[in-house]
């Protein structure tokens, strides 16, 4: 599932440029843009050529799809070299603003932006080791609460059936351990749905993913007995949670949803 993620502090697709000298796309195929841009200052050329791209993007002027004028075009505006242009470039490549496409009609292409993006670079940081265990561990707490909030303000029916749905598979699957961690991830999926954030539900699906492995990866080594418990002891929480996310009331909704991280920090402890 791809979802668009609408950052006015990176661009905005809905605004109309203010400048009658910027061309913008229409259709899904690139369109050359003639963007006015200030002469740089002596001083790390490349840099402030950067910047003053990066400003348009941000503001909009410059949207997604839109094509920079050429290296030639671009170095004669802001009266600077070419080597210095294509260092920009490179710059905003890196930070993924832009595409640079080759061949004859090749240049340099804003791109665009999704949640989808914020999804690999987060799962690159963590397989990295930029991110540890113990970091995501400790932020689900924040992301998990303001997605409970959310989840109550901001469902519809259709989300609300979708949390009937999924927790009666939960219920089915309590004597079915690799189907509880799947109905456990589904239930978490579901509820960032609902929350109607393409941030949270962008960090969500990585934390999910993550923790939900490693919290029935504890309960699968635990006795028989005390694994079911806890099995007993999730699906009811996670009902009193939706209960509570269907009543409209985001309060109790984060009361709830802190008691589903504090059993999964409490579980956490069983294998230390």
């Not at 991830?185 to 699906?205: E, G, W």
Request: with cysteine; hydrophobic share 40%.
């Amino acid at each position: 599932m791809r979802i668009g993620l609408s950052l006015s502090a990176l661009w905005c697709p809905c605004r109309k440029s203010r400048r009658k000298d910027v061309i913008h796309i229409d259709t899904k195929t690139s369109t050359l843009v003639s963007p006015s841009f200030a002469p740089a200052p002596t001083k790390r050329a490349s840099e402030v050529i950067y910047e003053q791209i990066y400003q348009k993007i941000a503001s909009g002027e410059l949207r997604p799809g839109d094509r920079l004028p050429a290296e030639r075009v671009l170095a004669e505006q802001f009266q600077r070299s070419r080597p210095s242009i294509r260092e920009a470039l490179r710059m905003l490549q890196q930070n993924g603003l832009v595409r640079i496409e080759t061949g004859c009609n090749g240049g340099a292409v804003v791109q665009s932006f999704t949640a989808d993006d914020i999804n690999s670079s987060l799962r690159r940081l963590i397989s990295f080791g930029a991110i540890s265990a113990r970091d995501l561990a400790e932020y689900r707490r924040i992301n998990d609460l303001g997605c409970a909030r959310l989840a109550a303000l901001n469902h519809t029916e259709e989300d609300a059936a979708a949390l009937r749905r999924v927790m009666a598979e939960y219920r089915a699957a309590l004597d079915d351990p690799e189907a509880l961690r799947v109905a456990d991830t589904d239930f978490h999926h579901v509820l960032s749905r609902a929350s109607h954030n393409s941030m949270v539900i962008a960090v969500n699906d990585v934390i999910t993913e993550m923790m939900v492995k490693v919290f029935w990866g504890i309960t699968g080594t635990l006795p028989p007995e005390e694994s079911t418990a806890i099995d007993h002891s999730a699906y009811h929480t996670h009902q009193a949670l939706t209960d509570a996310v269907l009543q409209r009331d985001p309060v109790l909704a984060e009361t709830r949803m802190g008691a589903i991280i504090d059993r999964f920090f409490k579980t956490l402890q069983l294998s230390l």
